[in-house]
């Protein structure tokens, strides 16, 4: 578990000392081009397209609320990194020490309720909307033989890349053990790094779970029509027994959990006995987890290789203020980054295993505090041609 720190010393005034630990938001660069300092009189009013950029990344006399920002070359738009009050707030996590769930056969999880402390957990919600961009992506798959286009049912965007690979402070791709550039051809998509506002929880994440992590995950469900079908992420490229940290923000959605079909993995070991214990999810009630915003859900052990999970779609209006996951997960080989980015970003447009194409056009979403929805992005130079 992760150092935390008392409410009381949160609230004495910060030390000096305290101001320049990495805890309190110093610069990480995790790999990420350009961190510039920006400039601006209210960190919450400014946007970064319109703030000043001091390119030397000092600090402009006078200025307050300076503002960083992870930028790459594969980035969209640049994103702010985490404000201070975030930031500083996220020390306390994990808030809630966690359940243990382990009373259904091959089930494994820690379950905090909340991790995120309360204070913060909209600002983060409201943060994360506002300032990631994502993706609505479309692809083929064969059912039944036929050519069927799936139009995923939420909003999704995903940073991170495999084991064999790493960023370099400067955003350039690595070779893990011979540090040199990446060929050209090891990844059709374009890796992105995870940006700072992201790796802070990846770091604490890491801290409480005793794994670590190479890739993030992000879902938006916009409304209750927004869904995730059962499934479960025991890709290979995961390696076995993988680790998953879930995290929930904003509206509250049922999670649903209900064990694989006997015939779905043959000659699993142990399966008659756990099939034949099952209490009340073998009597067709899935397992239900209300998440809450600040929720994370750790899915461990053999829960990936014998459990689905969903977000099944909701009426009512809860769901409509909008929910963000953020899954943590670690791939091992390149087929993980070129997976994630294909169903998550889809610009790839390159044609995967089973032939499909993905991708479509690749349009990039943000969202649109005034009209309260996520619309289409448009990079600078495009819109003003309009
Ligand atoms: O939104 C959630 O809580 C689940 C997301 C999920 O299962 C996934 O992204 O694989
Ligand atoms: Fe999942």
């Known amino acids: 578990m992760s150092k935390r720190r008392t409410l009381d010393s949160f609230f004495q005034p910060l030390r000096k000392k305290q101001q320049l630990s990495p805890e309190n938001g110093t610069a990480q660069r995790n790999g990420i081009l350009n961190n510039h300092r920006v400039s601006g009189l209210s960190q919450d009013s400014i946007r970064p397209e319109e703030a000043k950029i001091l390119e030397d990344g000092s600090e402009g006399v006078g200025l307050q609320d300076a503002r960083e920002l992870s930028s790459h ?59 990631l961009f994502f993706y609505r992506v479309k692809y083929m798959i064969k059912r039944g033989g036929v050519e069927t286009l799936i139009n995923t049912p939420r909003f999704t965007t995903v940073f991170g890349v495999d084991e064999t690979s790493r960023f370099t402070a400067d955003g350039s791709l690595v070779d893990s053990s011979t540090g040199r550039p990446v060929p050209k051809d090891r990844y059709r998509c374009k890796p992105r790094p995870i940006p700072q506002c992201l790796n802070e929880l990846r770091k604490l994440t890491e801290g ?49 959990m209900k064990h694989k079909p006997p015939t779905e993995r043959p000659g699993a070991p142990g399966m008659s006995t756990a099939t034949s214990t099952l209490s009340s999810e073998t009597a067709g009630q899935p397992l239900k987890f209300p998440l809450a915003s600040g929720d994370m859900i750790l899915m461990r052990g053999p829960t990936q290789a014998t459990w689905l999970h969903s977000i099944p779609k909701r009426k009512g209006r809860e769901s409509d203020r909008g929910r963000i996951n953020i899954t943590f997960r670690k791939a091992m080989v390149r087929g993980g980054t070129e997976n994630y980015y294909t169903y998550n970003v889809g610009m790839s447009a390159n044609a995967d295993e089973n032939g499909g194409r993905t991708g479509e056009k690749g349009e990039v979403y943000r969202w649109d505090g005034r009209r309260e ?10 819109k003003s041609e309009n």
Request: hydrophobic share 35%; net charge negative; proline share 10%.
């Open 73 to 131: 070359t594969t980035y969209p738009f640049p994103i702010p990194y985490l404000p201070s009050n975030i930031q500083s707030m996220l020390g306390f996590a994990p808030a809630a020490e966690p359940s243990v769930i382990k009373d259904q056969p091959d089930l494994d999880l820690l379950y905090f309720q909340p991790y995120i402390p309360k204070e913060i957990a909209r600002d983060l919600f409201e943060f994360l909307r506002q300032e």
């Open 208 to 256: 409480s779970t005793n794994t670590t992590y190479n890739f993030c995950l992000v879902n938006y469900y916009a409304s209750g029509s927004d869904s995730i079908s059962y499934h479960s992420d025991d890709e290979r490229f995961l390696g076995s027994n993988p680790s998953i940290a879930s995290f929930s923000l904003g509206a509250k959605r049922d999670f649903l």
């Open 373 to 382: 929805e996520m619309v289409q992005w448009l990079p600078p130079e495009i």
